[in-house]
């Protein structure tokens, strides 16, 4: 059941991000070291935070940064460091997870996320 | 040395999980080393009770000896294995966390945040499904208008259940049920003013007419009502008839606004239940107004650190606006914590303190603007210089509501109307200069 609800999210996060050029979420670590698949997420619930078509995959650390500071909308607080992610050679799958899912928790929270109590 | 290193980075993370929830403990709790806090089983048995929403039984003290640390830590295991959702916890003993074994309390932890939070994903199921089985062809359900539409219910605000359901309770069973008013609500129910007269008239029951309130516009009522409350209650009036006049009125508001006549009635002894009512609300909003100063103040960190990065001059930008952005959504909320509910106009410690930090915060971010628009090219640079000083005398002040001052509301209004234009001519130099930064 639990492998179910990984699979289940990360195909959320797949279904989510699928607009955006230059994202390709296939688990939760590799797909998310540029950071850019974080900005995509979120600016899919906050399209007027940033521009997204600006963003550098060269540039991590900013990319951390914005994402997670744009989350904050949501009420998701920074669960994870931008320096953490960097200095790593891939992000740590757990530690992603536990983001994306509180993520996901809030904007089921915020009413962003239609769910079967909130349809 | 990797494993280290990983075990460093999920202790960091897991840690600020954790800490995340036990924010909302009353009173709040803070895990500061993972490995060493988590031994006595205190705090792991509050943050099963929060995300469980269930009364843990839990040995706590100053005498706190090792056999007691190992009773909450078996009271936290057992309760994960009874949840109905199977937790396996395997390999998981509870002299392993009373030791604060590091892989092992990552590993409950990690169980912990996977499993738990089962429960609550899985009632989002149907969300969740539609993507497991669909392929890279996707219907018109996952395009952008399902997140920028708006939600169909609005949620009241989080209040916590007690002290608003037992205010709720004092009303209609002290005011308004005799009158056949129904009340059911701090929003909507209180739009035409009659709720608040019924209210006036169980405390001071010559002072109102009701038959001739019934037909009257609602402006009218709430205008009067309002007054009414405050020459012959003392009440401050917290509220706008404008705003209490539509079809949502800000159950915030009405409720702190409502809880005051708990405690102005002069003539009227307080009975015990009221007494412990007025405390409740009064613990709740002090407690709201902790939490909006630690906001603001995290914002102000971030804010910190975002000056400090290097990068090019649209990325910082991009950071600018979207801290401002963050800012501007939590201005209503300040506004409204800042509301004095004293005689004198006067703001309690908690209040002075969020209204010390939203201007220390505001006022940073107003500095960083400044200095960014200084370093575009010419003319930019000059246009973005003008708009600053003309901004100037218009800092993103917080203006305190002078509870018995009208003239003070009027110029704070004539002052919003001034901000806003503002902010728009503001906002469109913000949007061109992000479009000149795109081309360069």
């Known amino acids: 059941n639990a492998k179910n609800v990984k699979q289940m999210l990360l195909d959320w996060c797949r279904a989510k991000t699928e607009p955006y050029e230059?994202?390709?979420?296939q688990n939760f670590s590799s797909s998310w070291k540029d950071g850019i698949a974080f900005c995509a997420l979120v600016h899919r619930f906050y399209p007027d935070a940033f521009e997204y078509s600006t963003l550098n995959p060269y540039k991590p650390r900013d990319n951390f940064q914005l994402a997670?500071?744009?989350a904050r909308l949501a009420g998701c607080p920074p669960l994870l460091d931008a320096e953490d992610l960097v200095r790593m050679k891939e992000p740590?799958?757990?530690?992603?997870?536990?983001?994306?899912?509180?993520?996901?928790?809030?904007?089921?929270e915020k009413g962003l996320v239609k769910t079967k109590k909130r349809p | 040395m990797q494993r280290v290193e990983q075990e460093a980075v999920q202790k960091r993370t897991f840690t600020k999980w954790i800490n995340s929830h036990l924010a909302k403990h009353v009173p709040p709790l803070e895990v500061k080393d993972l490995f060493d806090d988590i031994k006595d089983g205190v705090m792991l048995l509050a943050l099963l009770e929060i995300l469980s929403g269930q009364k843990l039984p839990c040995e706590q003290g100053k005498k706190l000896k090792r056999i007691h640390w190992v009773a909450n830590i078996g009271t936290a295991l057992k309760f994960l294995e009874g949840r109905k959702v199977r937790i396996r916890l395997v390999n998981i003993n509870s002299t392993d966390i009373v030791d604060g074994r590091p892989s092992i309390v990552l590993g409950l932890v990690w169980t912990?945040?996977?499993y738990f939070q089962i429960e609550e994903l899985t009632s989002s199921l149907p969300e969740l499904q539609a993507f497991s089985s669909s392929n890279s062809s996707l219907d018109s359900s996952t395009s952008s208008t399902d997140t920028t539409s708006p939600p169909v219910k609005r949620r009241p605000l989080a209040l916590q259940g007690g002290a608003r359901k037992a205010l709720l309770r004092w009303v209609q069973q002290t005011a308004t049920k005799c009158l056949g008013l129904d009340v059911k609500d701090f929003g909507p129910s209180w739009r035409t003013g009659l709720a608040f007269f019924a209210v006036i008239n169980a405390l001071r029951p010559n002072l109102v007419d009701m038959e001739r309130v019934w037909r009257r516009p609602n402006r009218e009522n709430?205008?009067?009502?309002?007054?009414?409350?405050?020459?012959?209650?003392g009440i401050p009036q917290l509220l706008d008839p404008e705003d209490v006049d539509v079809d949502k009125p800000d159950e915030k508001s009405v409720m702190t606004y409502v809880a005051q006549f708990l405690k102005h009635h002069p003539d009227r002894k307080q009975s015990d239940l009221e007494e412990k009512l007025e405390e409740a609300v009064t613990r709740e909003q002090r407690k709201s107004q902790r939490e909006l100063k630690m906001w603001l103040d995290q914002l102000e960190k971030e804010a910190v650190h975002a000056q400090e990065t290097q990068g090019?001059?649209?990325?910082?930008?991009?950071?600018?606006k979207s801290l401002q952005v963050q800012l501007e959504m939590k201005r209503k909320q300040v506004e409204g914590a800042l509301q004095s509910t004293q005689r004198d106009g006067m703001l309690t410690v908690d209040q002075a303190l969020v209204k010390q930090a939203w201007e220390r915060v505001s006022n940073r971010l107003l500095d960083w603007h400044l200095h960014l628009d200084r370093s575009l090219p010419?003319?930019?640079?000059?246009?973005?210089?003008?708009?600053?000083?003309?901004?100037?005398?218009?800092?993103?002040?917080?203006?305190?509501?002078?509870?018995?001052?009208?003239?003070?509301?009027?110029?704070?209004r004539a002052l919003e109307q001034h901000k806003v234009s503002f902010q728009q001519s503001l906002s469109t130099h913000l949007r061109l200069t992000s479009c000149f930064l795109k081309y360069h």
């Open chain 1, 22 to 25: 230059g994202v390709d979420i």
């Open chain 1, 68 to 70: 997670f500071s744009t």
């Open chain 1, 92 to 108: 740590d799958w757990k530690c992603v997870y536990t983001y994306i899912q509180e993520f996901y928790r809030c904007l089921v």
């Open chain 2, 112 to 114: 912990i945040i996977l």
């Open chain 2, 222 to 233: 709430l205008q009067e009502a309002f007054l009414l409350a405050e020459t012959e209650l």
């Open chain 2, 312 to 320: 090019s001059l649209a990325q910082q930008y991009q950071l600018f």
């Open chain 2, 378 to 412: 010419a003319p930019l640079g000059t246009v973005g210089e003008w708009l600053h000083e003309a901004e100037g005398a218009l800092r993103q002040e917080i203006t305190v509501q002078q509870a018995h001052d009208n003239t003070a509301s009027t110029v704070h």
